[in-house]
C-alpha cells in the first residue's frame, strides 16, 4: 500500500457547466473530487468534472480492474450530471460502490435510474456494466474502506491503521439538505462542505463537525455584495449557498489547516474569482480558490503544519515586545 493521501479537483463549479475564456484558469465543470488514499480512490459527487477523472482513472488502471467509492452529498443535477458519462461504470470489471443522501434505502438508487429514464438518457442505469453497490445512507452511517473492502459500519467502530473511515453530517442549510462527509486516514483529514449556507453568528454544528480537520473544501459561491442584492442582480440569501467571508468564518470556528474555497458561482469570471480570492486571503490566510487540477497532498500539509507550529514561537520570542 502506498502512503500518499491527495485531493485532487476535477470540477469546481456550482450550479452548471461554465465554459469559455473567462473560466479558462478555474475551470467550468460542476463538482468532483477525487480522493486517493493508500491507492483507494474515493469520488466525492458527480457533476461534469467526473466526466474527465473517469476517463483518466481507466488510463492509469491500464487493464487492471477498478473499485471506486463515489459520495454524493445530494441529488441536485450539478452533482449527479456527469455520472451516465463515467466511464468506469461501463466496465464489467469494475466495482463501483455509489452511496449518498437519500430519503430511504433505495432512493438515491431511484433517483439515478430515473436520470437515465428511456426519454432522458440512450442508456439504462441497469446498461451500465460495472458490478453497482447503490445505497442511501444515513446520518449516523459510517463508511469503511478496510482489507475487506467497502462497506456501511455502525458508528464509531474500532477500525484498522490503514482504515480509510467516512463520517457525515447532515447539513440543513441548503434546499433539502446536503451530506458534508469528514474522510479520515492514518490520523488524517479532510471535511467536504459543499452546497451549504451560512448562519448568522457561524455555523455551529458544521464547526465542531469539522473539527481540527487538515483540509476543508467549503462552499463559497458568493461574493458579499452578490449575495445581499447589491450587484444589480436579486439577493441571493436564501438559496443555499455561502459567501467567501461564510466559508472564512467556518473555517477559522472550525480551527481547520488550509480552507478551500469551493463551487464557484457560474456567472464569475477568472478575474473575479482572483479577487475573491485575496479577500479570503485577508480574512484566512492559508486559504485558496479551487480550480480544476489543484491537487493537495495531505502528508505534505502535516508536515507543514508541524513546521509552523516549531518555528512560529521561536520567531516571536524574537521579536521586540
Ligand atoms: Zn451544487
Ligand atoms: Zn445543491
Redesign the pocket.
Known sequence: MDDKFAIRFWGVR??YPAPGNATVRYGGN??CVEVTAGGRTLILDA?TGVIPLGRDLVRRASGKPLEVLLLV??L?H??TQGFPFFTPAYIPSTRLHVYGLGADAESLERVLESNQSAQRFPVSLREMGAAKDIRSLRESDEVVWDEDGVRVAAPAQSVGRDALRVRIHRSYA?PGGVYVYRVEWRGRSLVYA??TEGYVGGDRRLAAFARGADVLIH?AQYSEAHYRGQTGAASTQGFG?STVEMACEAASAAGVGRLVLF?HDPSYGDAQLDELQARARSLFPNSQMAYEGLTLELNELQVRRILDDFVAPRISSQSPS
Open positions: 456550482g450550479s460542476t463538482p457533476g452529498s445530494h441536485h450539478d452533482h441548503h459543499t452546497d462552499d449557498h463551487h
